[in-house]
């Protein structure tokens, strides 16, 4: 496999992953609408969840021009010799969509939701609990981290490889 391809297949999986969060999202918009007074003020996780929904659809139907975007195209070749440096960077890929799928997402949709909730009810945002705060701050600060290895991910494979370990240095299992 390529690097192209296997940052298409983690596309599809993170699209999988995308499609159970969004119907996650309706369930919560749901919930929320039952347990609220102003059922109009729970439309946040409802748009929360069409997002997911359609960044799914995207991950699924391109995963491929994804991956052309995230990591350089390289020729294709069916003995698989993997550069140091491309190894990285689909490492880097693969970290950055599973930061944002398992750690960031979920935080900051909840914190967005109580948010709009908030808001809804009339009462202003900075009345909200600290911790909550601190749990929306740390949701956005992952979303941040795991955007910048994907959106960064050939500068912090530079970063992690020394000259030493130029990309004509293949995982073979050596050690220099």
């Keep these: 496999m390529t690097p192209q391809q296997i940052v298409g297949t983690a596309s599809r999986l993170f699209a999988i992953w995308l499609f159970i969060t969004a119907f996650q999202a309706v369930a919560i918009g749901g919930a929320l609408k039952a347990g609220s007074s102003d059922p109009s003020a729970v439309w946040v996780p409802y748009l929360v969840g069409s997002f997911y929904l359609l960044a799914g659809l995207l991950c699924w139907f391109f995963p491929m021009v994804i991956a052309h975007k995230l990591v350089p195209r390289t020729k294709y070749d069916d003995v698989l010799h993997v550069p140091a440096q491309q190894a990285l960077v689909v490492a880097c890929v693969v970290l950055g969509l ?46 941040a981290f795991g955007l910048f290895l994907v959106l960064k991910a050939q500068v912090v494979a530079r970063r992690l490889l020394d000259d030493r370990q130029a990309p004509e240095h293949e995982l073979r299992g050596e050690v220099s």
């Design 98 to 143: 599973l930061v944002i799928a398992f750690k960031a997402l979920a935080p900051v949709m909840g914190y967005l939701s109580v948010c709009a909730l908030w808001i809804g009810s009339g009462q202003p945002v900075s009345t909200i609990d600290a911790g909550r705060h601190i749990d929306g701050l740390i949701g956005f600060a992952q979303l």
